[in-house]
């Protein structure tokens, strides 16, 4: 019962630290780092539902061959992977959105003077 709760926490954990640091930088201000919050914490998220899904999977498959139904293994993966995608798509969709709507870094390179 812990297991899948211990997963789902250090991949949460470690998906959020991965975005925040691999993600490239928005402007300063409230609006931007709330966008970074979100889209972290819903990158965390994805990364918690796959390794929770991945677990799922692997635990039924070994379920099934214990119990010598080795025909019914394709199909668990197929519906888990079928499942995984279906769960993280919205999410990932919804991050990629916060992320993009998010306001750009101020680069300098369009003034009023250079216009």
Not at 45 to 69: C, D, F, K, N, P
Request: hydrophobic share 55%; net charge negative; glycine share 10%.
């Amino acid at each position: 019962m812990a297991v899948p709760i211990l997963i789902c926490l250090v991949a949460f954990v470690l998906g959020t630290v991965l975005t925040a640091r691999w993600l490239p930088d928005l402007a300063e201000g409230r609006v931007a780092g709330i966008a970074l919050v979100v889209t972290c914490g819903l990158a965390g998220m994805v990364l918690a539902l796959v390794a929770v899904h991945v677990y799922e999977i692997r635990r039924q498959v070994t379920g099934a061959g214990s119990l010598g139904v080795t025909t019914a293994k394709p199909d668990i993966v197929a519906n888990g992977i079928m499942t995984l995608l279906r769960d993280i798509g919205p999410i990932l969709g919804l991050a990629a959105a916060v992320y993009l709507l998010a306001p750009a870094p101020d680069d300098g390179l369009h003034t009023a003077e250079s216009e």
